[in-house]
């Protein structure tokens, strides 16, 4: 498999399992989805807006665009979340799509307080929708310890067997 092609769907998968995530979600109160949990972020909503954020951030680096501003007091609703994510990974899955094997391996250098690296652009993807993984589950854990037991299976390899069928 090229890497293009690799790349290409794991960015597709990623908006597979956003999707998943709010298709779930959206069924859940409000009042639910902000009910505070020991957690590194404290509730449903707060995780799935640092899941967007961080895409936010990363299609900045990836796509060589103006640098991401975290809007601090800003409050966002959780369908501005919901709809925010959809869009920002469908976003990142299109650039994706756009580039060669070449683009995909150009080097992109970080220089910001919290680390400085150079690696590819494969990455980076990489690094997004792993690091939204990692939250999800948290989610899925959030969601348990709340009540909420009815999360799907989203794993990489039921994506793409769910997508062969």
């Not at 796509?63 to 501003?69: N, R, V």
Request: charged letters at 20%.
């Amino acid at each position: 498999m090229s890497l293009q092609k690799l790349m290409t769907n794991y960015a597709d998968y990623n908006v597979w399992v956003n999707q998943q995530f709010v298709n779930w979600l959206s069924a859940k109160s409000d009042e639910l989805l902000n009910q505070e949990v020991p957690s590194s972020y404290s509730s449903i909503s707060k995780t799935l807006r640092h899941i967007l954020e961080t895409e936010e951030y990363w299609y900045s680096v990836i796509a060589e665009t103006a640098p991401f501003e975290r809007k601090e007091n800003v409050t966002l609703s959780t369908k501005e979340i919901f709809e925010g994510l959809l869009e920002s990974s469908s976003k990142l899955a299109g650039y994706i799509k756009s580039l060669s094997e070449e683009e995909l391996s150009k080097e992109i250098k970080i220089e910001n307080p919290w680390f400085q690296c150079e690696f590819p652009l494969s990455e980076y993807l990489l690094q997004v929708v792993n690091h939204g993984t990692y939250h999800r589950g948290q989610i899925v854990t959030i969601g348990r310890n709340i009540g909420i037991t009815d999360a799907s299976n989203t794993d990489y390899n039921f994506y793409n067997v769910v997508k062969t069928q």
